[in-house]
């Protein structure tokens, strides 16, 4: 995960140094989820661009190096959903869902009862005309071996009707508690007003904040989304000199 603390603290401090003015916990919360999906989508281009240069063979040492970290970057994301039994064909969409990875089966039903058969990948349609027409041909339609899936805004529907449905999917970035456990919201700083031994009131991080679902290591890349979001430009290696200063600080 990535420190909501340390996030606002490189975000307020280089701000500062732009003469940005104070950036107020407020307005840091209303770019933090913004910034988080914005590199988490990031991941996905950088993954295909990576699969891209490797098929072209430009620089396939390079390549390999950068498509295997993106892909255990979002393994970081992978999740498992054990349809079971579905009713008429159809299953709900988990509601963290963001990309579907893979939709297998295990046991098909028939006419003449269930069919056993090791478990098969379902064909992913993302369009309804292509999904009616493939369902109704009488020469390439879905078979126990072959079946469909049509993905559509809560749903996916099947055909034929499967049992033992499993979906792999990529889930949302969302966020962690201060105990490390993953969190609907997102990803937040919340403080709380003390007043020190000299009478003066501070705003210190309370255990309510909200780390980023993000591997650790994308602590420089969230810092500089949001700083570009709040209309900051940066100078070079602005970011990663901060973060070296606060761990020669430590």
Same mark, same amino acid.
């Given at each position: 995960m990535v420190s909501v603390v340390q996030v606002y603290n490189a975000v307020k401090n280089i701000a500062n140094? %732009?003469?940005?003015?104070?950036? #107020? !916990? +407020?307005?840091?919360? *209303? @770019? +933090?989820?913004? +910034?988080?999906? *914005? &590199?988490?989508? $990031?991941?996905?281009? %950088?993954?295909?661009?990576?699969? /891209?240069?490797? /098929?072209?063979? @430009?620089? =396939?040492?390079?390549?390999?190096?950068?498509?295997?970290?993106?892909l255990e970057d979002l393994a970081f994301y992978k999740r498992r959903h054990d349809g079971g039994q579905v009713s008429f064909g159809t299953i709900f969409k988990p509601s963290d869902l963001s990309r579907i990875i893979s939709i297998t089966a295990g046991e098909v039903a028939s006419g003449s009862g269930t069919v056993s058969s090791s478990r098969v990948d379902?064909?992913? &349609?993302?369009? !309804? %005309?292509? @999904?009616?027409?493939?369902?109704?041909?009488?020469?390439?339609?879905? #078979?126990?071996? @072959? =079946?469909? +899936?049509?993905?559509?805004?809560?749903?996916? %529907?099947i055909i034929p009707i499967v049992s033992n449905v499993v979906l792999n999917y990529y889930a949302k =970035?969302?966020?962690?508690?201060?105990?490390? $456990?993953?969190?609907?919201g997102p990803p937040f700083y919340s403080v709380q007003q003390i007043t020190t031994p000299t009478g003066d009131q501070v705003d210190i991080p309370n255990s309510s904040s909200r780390d980023f679902m993000l591997p650790p290591h994308y602590l420089n890349e969230v810092v500089a989304e949001i700083l570009k979001l709040i209309g900051v430009r940066l100078r070079d290696n602005a970011v990663s000199t901060f973060s070296i200063q606060e761990e020669a600080s430590e």
């Open positions: 140094k %732009e003469q940005k003015g104070f950036i #107020t !916990p +407020a307005v840091f919360n *209303s @770019f +933090a989820p913004i +910034a988080q999906m *914005s &590199i988490y989508n $990031e991941m996905f281009a %950088e993954l295909v661009t990576a699969k /891209r240069i490797n /098929r072209q063979n @430009f620089d =396939p040492g390079r390549d390999k190096s950068l498509r295997k970290q993106k379902c064909d992913i &349609i993302y369009d !309804p %005309e292509k @999904f009616d027409r493939i369902s109704g041909s009488l020469l390439s339609g879905p #078979t126990v071996s @072959f =079946p469909i +899936a049509l993905v559509s805004t809560n749903t996916i %529907e =970035p969302t966020s962690f508690d201060s105990a490390g $456990e993953i969190h609907d």
